[in-house]
């Protein structure tokens, strides 16, 4: 009986293993999830006030520099907010007049579905479990996001449910580029938990600590993005480069704490992607 | 039996909810609580090599669809965490009191060294460094966390020698 129970487990890894997202294990998969669900949402609704009150306790320990620290960004934020004010009103006005067509641009462009986080993994990989799926117009590749910054992307979905891959795992990489200085690179894990750097930027290019990194959208026909150009993600806390390397070593800051997510946002596209032909 | 099938499936269900919606986040000290394999040890504890294998299997199964991991991983290691911790509480384990406390404090350390080897096997990300720093915390909180819920499944199945006595009495 035992044996028998060990052989099927796996049977059931081998199938479950090679076979594609749209085969018939994940379909009984997803119709499993879309049960447990509701469980799921009820406990996480239950476990709430307590983690709320242990965040909030949690977050009084460096209140005091965290304070001193946000009010020297609001000052330096503001300022480039002028700027920025100014640049999107000639940006908005130059575009009508040449009538430029675009690509699906963030935010505009998109639909956003607000869903909460249902379900962690485990502690191996960076994947979390949302409350909505493909009935709420969610599908594999959706990009999810908070209003700090790029979270990951759906990888598997069911009916009410998906399964969304955080940007911190060690299978995602996104194209990014310097916000300051336009160098493109590859975001993707670092040496140590949590950790992004950003990857395949020439020693030719620019980039300094405190440049913001956003993503940039599809720069390849061979390899399009999945997310929209211009969803922040981190900023860039370290830049070295050695003699023997032929890439800079940039590390970079989440926008996000991935460690803390409690909600997020899936952009369903309103307009399709332009094809290359 | 009956009622034992389904409270225990009520418990396990319940211990695979919280796992997955509230516990897989909580990291103390680095360590990560595992509810659903200390309950499992609670059960298999109290019913025996066979229960502790079905039941291992079907709340694994359940745990990989829950979070979309892949089918029969969850499954197969708790099939054996079942059945070791089963054969263990019928033989040596059977009558003592710190049971419990071996038994999950050996099955977590199996665990977490049996999942990392199959996560390597499967091509997938298996961090050995990070699990083998976290296993003494949570093999800790693992250890906390079986006293309770010791209590409430012995509560729920009763211990099987006490029938036999009760019965032995009677007769």
């Given at each position: 009986m035992v044996a028998s129970l060990v052989v099927l487990a796996l049977i059931l890894i081998t199938i479950s293993f090679r076979e594609p997202t749209s085969g018939p294990l994940h379909g009984v998969q997803s119709a499993g999830a879309t049960v447990l669900r509701p469980f799921e949402v009820a406990a996480e609704r239950v476990a709430r006030p307590f983690r709320d009150v242990y965040g909030y306790f949690a977050?009084?320990?460096?209140?005091?520099?965290e304070n001193k620290k946000l009010k020297a960004e609001v000052n330096q934020l503001r300022q480039k907010a002028l700027l920025g004010e100014a640049a999107r009103a000639q940006n908005t006005e130059l575009r009508r007049q040449?009538?430029?067509?675009?690509?699906?641009?963030?935010?505009?462009?998109?639909?956003?579905?607000?869903?909460?986080?249902?379900?962690?993994?485990?502690?191996?990989?960076?994947?979390?479990?949302?409350?909505?799926?493909?009935?709420?117009?969610?599908?594999?590749?959706?990009?999810?996001?908070?209003?700090?910054?790029?979270?990951?992307?759906?990888?598997?979905?069911?009916?009410?449910?998906?399964?969304?891959?955080?940007?911190?795992?060690?299978?995602?990489?996104?194209?990014?580029?310097?916000?300051?200085?336009?160098?493109?690179?590859?975001?993707?894990?670092?040496?140590?938990?949590?950790?992004?750097?950003?990857?395949?930027?020439?020693?030719?290019?620019?980039?300094?600590?405190?440049?913001?990194?956003?993503?940039?959208?599809?720069?390849?026909?061979?390899?399009?993005?999945?997310?929209?150009?211009?969803?922040?993600?981190?900023?860039?806390?370290?830049?070295?480069?050695?003699?023997?390397?032929?890439?800079?070593?940039?590390q970079i800051q989440p926008f996000v704490d991935f460690s803390s997510l409690d909600a997020v946002t899936a952009l369903i596209t309103k307009k399709h992607n332009p094809e290359a032909p | 039996m009956a009622a034992d099938i389904a409270k225990a499936g009520m418990l396990l269900f319940l211990s695979v909810v919280i796992q997955l919606s509230i516990l897989a986040q909580v990291s103390i000290l680095g360590g990560h609580p595992n509810l659903l394999l200390v309950t499992l040890v609670c059960v298999a504890l109290l019913r025996g090599a066979l229960f502790g294998a079905v039941a291992g299997f079907s709340a694994g199964l359940l745990a990989d669809t829950g979070v979309f991991g892949t089918l029969g991983f969850t499954a197969l290691l708790l099939t054996l965490a079942g059945y070791w911790t089963g054969r263990y509480g019928e033989t040596t384990g059977r009558d003592r009191a710190h049971a419990p406390a071996v038994s999950i404090a050996v099955i977590t350390v199996l665990y977490q060294i049996a999942a990392l080897i199959l996560r390597y096997m499967l091509g997938q990300n298996a961090p050995g460094g990070a699990i083998f720093e976290a296993l003494v915390p949570t093999v800790l909180l693992n250890l906390i966390l079986i006293f309770p819920v010791y209590a409430l499944t012995r509560r729920l199945l009763r211990p099987r020698e006490w029938v036999t006595r009760e019965v032995q009495l009677l007769g």
């Amino acid at each position: 009986m035992v044996a028998s129970l060990v052989v099927l487990a796996l049977i059931l890894i081998t199938i479950s293993f090679r076979e594609p997202t749209s085969g018939p294990l994940h379909g009984v998969q997803s119709a499993g999830a879309t049960v447990l669900r509701p469980f799921e949402v009820a406990a996480e609704r239950v476990a709430r006030p307590f983690r709320d009150v242990y965040g909030y306790f949690a977050g009084l320990v460096h209140v005091k520099s965290e304070n001193k620290k946000l009010k020297a960004e609001v000052n330096q934020l503001r300022q480039k907010a002028l700027l920025g004010e100014a640049a999107r009103a000639q940006n908005t006005e130059l575009r009508r007049q040449l009538h430029f067509r675009d690509s699906p641009a963030f935010p505009g462009d998109y639909t956003a579905v607000n869903t909460r986080i249902i379900g962690w993994r485990n502690e191996f990989d960076e994947r979390v479990v949302i409350a909505a799926g493909r009935n709420a117009g969610i599908h594999q590749e959706t990009p999810v996001v908070t209003s700090d910054g790029l979270v990951g992307s759906v990888t598997q979905v069911s009916g009410t449910a998906a399964l969304v891959t955080l940007l911190t795992d060690e299978s995602s990489a996104v194209q990014a580029r310097d916000q300051d200085t336009g160098a493109f690179g590859v975001v993707r894990h670092g040496e140590g938990e949590s950790s992004l750097i950003v990857d395949r930027v020439t020693k030719d290019k620019r980039v300094a600590e405190g440049d913001v990194i956003v993503t940039a959208g599809t720069r390849s026909k061979q390899y399009p993005s999945l997310f929209p150009a211009s969803i922040p993600i981190g900023y860039v806390v370290s830049v070295g480069q050695s003699d023997t390397a032929p890439f800079k070593q940039i590390q970079i800051q989440p926008f996000v704490d991935f460690s803390s997510l409690d909600a997020v946002t899936a952009l369903i596209t309103k307009k399709h992607n332009p094809e290359a032909p | 039996m009956a009622a034992d099938i389904a409270k225990a499936g009520m418990l396990l269900f319940l211990s695979v909810v919280i796992q997955l919606s509230i516990l897989a986040q909580v990291s103390i000290l680095g360590g990560h609580p595992n509810l659903l394999l200390v309950t499992l040890v609670c059960v298999a504890l109290l019913r025996g090599a066979l229960f502790g294998a079905v039941a291992g299997f079907s709340a694994g199964l359940l745990a990989d669809t829950g979070v979309f991991g892949t089918l029969g991983f969850t499954a197969l290691l708790l099939t054996l965490a079942g059945y070791w911790t089963g054969r263990y509480g019928e033989t040596t384990g059977r009558d003592r009191a710190h049971a419990p406390a071996v038994s999950i404090a050996v099955i977590t350390v199996l665990y977490q060294i049996a999942a990392l080897i199959l996560r390597y096997m499967l091509g997938q990300n298996a961090p050995g460094g990070a699990i083998f720093e976290a296993l003494v915390p949570t093999v800790l909180l693992n250890l906390i966390l079986i006293f309770p819920v010791y209590a409430l499944t012995r509560r729920l199945l009763r211990p099987r020698e006490w029938v036999t006595r009760e019965v032995q009495l009677l007769g």
